[in-house]
């Protein structure tokens, strides 16, 4: 077996190497969601997440990691309800829509609201309707336990993946 020569986390001036550090990151799949809802004055408002995690299924939880620089995320916070929606292999551009900045986010975009203001995008995966249960500061991220209210999936749909920086689909066995 070949021997791993670790590279290490920070420069001979303690410096972070951010740079390799995210490409490292970058090497562990994962799926790509949306949280969303209307905003005070009914205007939609979102977000795409890449750092999601299943928690708990009794009492139904789930996490998110949010950026701490994010101007979405405090108009998120305030709302009673937000839509959780596991974005489908077909919705990379409205993931990229949705992580822009200075665009109108949902421009073309297929939704729809629940009674609570939880929005949620149609071609999605999954959708989740969520309240906020805790909310930590962890390093240059939030971390955001959200109590899950309502479930739905599309067992038609499959999911966006991202990794290594780029989105992928999932490929079906060959059996």
């Not at 070949?2 to 951010?18: K, Y």
């Not at 790509?32 to 004055?41: D, E, F, K, N, Y």
């Not at 665009?103 to 203001?117: H, I, K």
Request: glycine share 8%; aromatic share 8%.
């Amino acid at each position: 077996m070949e021997s791993t020569h670790l590279r290490s986390v920070q420069d001979a001036a303690g410096i972070v190497g951010t740079v390799e550090l995210r490409a490292t990151f970058s090497r562990f799949p994962s799926g790509v969601t949306a949280l969303c809802a209307t905003g005070s004055s009914e205007q939609p408002i979102g977000m795409a997440v890449s750092a999601f995690v299943n928690v708990s299924l009794e009492p139904p939880l789930v996490g998110v990691f949010v950026q701490k620089s994010s101007t979405t995320w405090p108009e998120l916070r305030s709302r009673p309800r937000i839509g959780l929606s596991v974005l489908g292999a077909n919705q990379k551009a409205a993931c990229r829509q949705l992580a822009a900045r200075n665009v109108d986010r949902f421009a073309g975009l297929s939704w729809e609201t629940g009674p609570s203001g939880a929005l949620f995008l149609h071609g999605a995966t999954a959708w989740l309707e969520c309240e906020i249960e805790v909310e930590t500061t962890t390093g240059d991220h939030e971390f955001v336990l959200l109590r899950i209210l309502g479930h739905r999936t599309e067992e038609e749909q499959d999911p966006l993946i991202f990794y290594a920086s780029r989105f992928h689909e999932l490929s079906t066995p060959q059996s």
